[in-house]
């Protein structure tokens, strides 16, 4: 059985993201969607909300997927879960360069392989940053996150 990671924050998860997983579950047996602390990064959502908010936004793809919050290095996660390959949703030149530079370093810490992928047409211009910043000035949300995400945006900015 193939299975893939997809690592990030998710904070908060997106359309553009969901985009990734499913596209990723019709060329792998499993995606594990490792969402990761990150405790130096300030960040709006803590991990146990950004886990809830992607198992509700995957629930519909079953067994498919599964969702896990990890601390540390990526590549020690992936070693525990013993899968070999990640895939990274890269949207501009800009986010390819920086993730090349992760993916070499992964390869060389662990062996790992990483593929990317562009998020479909539709979402390639959404970023959690964007999502941030919108919902900031309780701005509408439809279109770039799922339903229960943008209940959950709208509680933490108080934009109810």
Known sequence: MMSVVYPGTFDPPHLGHLDIVKRSCALFDKVVVAIAKSPRKHLLFDLEERLDMFRVMVEDLGTKVEVKGFEGLLVDFMQREGI????????????????????????????????????????????????????????????????YVAKKIREKFGCL
């Not at 800009?94 to 539709?122: C, H, R, W």
């Open 84 to 147: 070999k390959v990640i895939v990274r949703g890269v949207r501009l030149f800009t986010d390819f360069e920086y993730e090349l530079q992760i993916a070499l370093n992964n390869n060389k810490l662990a062996g790992v392989e990483t593929i990317f992928m562009m998020p479909s047409q539709e979402y390639i211009h959404i970023s959690s940053t964007i999502v941030r910043d919108i919902a900031s000035y309780c701005g509408k949300l439809e279109g770039l996150v799922h339903p």
